[in-house]
């Protein structure tokens, strides 16, 4: 399906990060299990605790800096360089395919082509509360009190971390783009996302409801796993290069985990 597609969105979520040892949301050892999204991640909980939110975006930069982009972050950069017509999108704030993308593109290549369209922002890009202008941030933030709250340069605003936050709409441009290649794709592959996320998941509903093939990489079942016409039940950093990296292979020599569904 892949090497026949002329035109693929690929919508990644939290668990093409699990293997670099970014936590996910939902699953056993889920963000979600431990603390309360509607008392970090909302913008009345900036509003009421600027501290304790910068402190739990501080805690996961710090987490996210010491992980490295895994095989399957890679395979799909480098398929996104080897082959026009690849979209990646995702619901990922931690930068990964972007680290990816500069690492498969090499120091003289031009990464472009597999950057991903960031649905959800990044917690390595900050945006003025006040100008509203955004930058790239890396910096270890330590956060004990106000005063270690970090301001705009240009206006002095309270910065905030560019990412969505519950009750807040997606980034127009970045949204409206990846349901458009969605619509457009022949083929769609939705890799460790638990698809209940809207509208992020309105990807992979729409490419499937305009007719592409949906290949699903998930450890669990998922709301999509009964549409798609293929579903692999592995690892993604042990099933997306092996899939993605597959092109020219004859058709059923990858046996192993596919399952068929048939097609829905
Ligand atoms: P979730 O934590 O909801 O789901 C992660 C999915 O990855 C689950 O379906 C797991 O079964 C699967 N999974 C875990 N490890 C895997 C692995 N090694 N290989 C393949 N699959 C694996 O994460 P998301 O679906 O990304 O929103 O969550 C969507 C949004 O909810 C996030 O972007 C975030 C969160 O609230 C915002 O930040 C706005």
Known sequence: MIAGAERIVVLTGAGISAESGVPTFRGEDGLW????????????????????????????????????????????AHLALRRSGICLVTQNVDGLHAEAAREAAGVDGDPGPALPVELHGSIFRLRCTGCGCTFEDRS???????????????????????????????PMRELSL???????????????????VFPAAEVAFRAWSQGARL?????????LSARAHVVLRAPAASVVPLIVGAEGLESGAL?????????A
């Open 215 to 223: 290949i699903e990489v998930n450890l669990e079942e998922t709301p």
């Open 33 to 76: 299990r431990r603390y309360r999204p509607e008392e970090l991640a909302t913008p009345e909980a900036f509003r009421r605790d600027p501290v304790l939110v910068w402190q739990w975006y501080a805690w996961r930069r710090q987490v996210v800096s010491s992980c490295r982009p895994n095989a399957a972050h890679l395979a799909l």
């Open 255 to 263: 046996g192993g985990p596919a399952a068929e569904n048939g097609g």
């Open 140 to 170: 270890a933030l330590e956060i004990h009190g106000v005063e270690d709250l970090p301001g705009c340069g240009r206006c002095g605003a309270l910065l905030r971390p560019d990412v969505v936050w519950f009750g807040e709409a997606l």
């Open 178 to 196: 990846a349901l458009q290649r969605a619509a457009e794709a022949d083929a769609c592959l939705v890799v460790g996302t638990s698809a209940v």
